[in-house]
Nanobody
Framework: QVQLVESGGGLVQPGGSLRLSCAAS????????MGWYRQAPGNQRELVAS???????NYRDSVKGRFTISRDNAKNTVYLQMNSLKPEDTAVYYC?????????????WGQGTQVTVSS
């Protein structure tokens, strides 16, 4: 099993910044992708950004240029730096570790952290 502990959410004004962190522990898959998803009330959970073991990143279009995902493999930690935040970024943000190998693929989830962008 993999345990994920998130931190860094909160209330911020539009245009502000927040940094989310997620520390993974336990049986970390050898090949994996770490990422952040978010879910706003009434909406489906959506991918915000992901990063592979090798550092390849992927972002949803609406956060490109504003959010930066990074990871520290030695600490099994993934970060999401969020700048120029907008009210539409308000959601519960979930850390995700996607097991790619060994197969079969499997998703591990954190408990979620609330991000609220409001004046």
């Amino acid at each position: 099993q993999v345990q994920l502990v998130e931190s860094g959410g909160g209330l911020v004004q539009p245009g502000g910044s927040l940094r989310l962190s997620c520390a993974a522990s336990g049986a970390i898959p050898l090949i994996n992708a770490m990422g952040w998803y978010r879910q706003a009330p009434g909406n489906q959970r959506e991918l915000v950004a992901s990063i592979s073991n090798g550092g390849t990143t992927n972002y949803r279009d609406s956060v490109k240029g504003r959010f930066t995902i990074s990871r520290d493999n030695a600490k099994n930690t993934v970060y999401l730096q969020m700048n120029s935040l907008k009210p539409e970024d308000t959601a519960v943000y979930y850390c995700n570790v996607k097991r790619l190998w060994p197969t079969p693929p499997y998703d591990y989830w954190g408990q979620g952290t609330q991000v609220t962008v409001s004046s």
